[in-house]
């Protein structure tokens, strides 16, 4: 069983940062993916960020040059930096982790945190 540990999230005004952690088991950590979906109420699921064993990185188009993804490999823990926060970033984030190091937005990741909620508003 791959279990996931997130911290991180909360409320936030626009333009805000914030920044959620993801501790990973050193099995999928060291040869796999690790990456960051979210969720809001209406919408569907989408793939934000993720970062794979050889630290290539995926960003989706909404957030690239406002979040930024990376591994500290001592920690096994996989971090999220979200800048410039914007209302539409509002959402429950899930940490995911597959044992494939290929990032893809065709098919999820196999295992998933509890979710943690970001919220942006004045």
């Known amino acids: 069983q791959v279990q996931l540990v997130e911290s991180g999230g909360g409320s936030v005004q626009p333009g805000g940062s914030l920044r959620l952690s993801c501790a990973a088991p050193?099995?999928?950590?060291?040869?796999?993916?690790v990456g960051w979906y979210r969720q809001a109420p209406g919408n569907q699921r989408e793939l934000v960020a993720a970062?794979?064993?050889?630290?290539?990185?995926y960003y989706a188009d909404s957030v690239k040059g406002r979040f930024t993804i990376s591994r500290d490999n001592a920690k096994h823990t996989v971090y999220l930096q979200m800048n410039s926060l914007k209302p539409e970033d509002t959402a429950v984030y899930y940490c995911?982790?597959?044992?494939?190091?290929?990032?893809?937005?065709?098919?999820?990741?196999?295992?998933w945190g509890q979710g943690t909620q970001v919220t942006v508003s004045s």
């Open positions: 970062i794979t064993s050889r630290s290539t990185t």
């Open positions: 050193l099995s999928i950590f060291s040869i796999g993916a």
């Open positions: 995911a982790a597959d044992y494939s190091p290929i990032i893809t937005t065709t098919r999820v990741f196999a295992y």
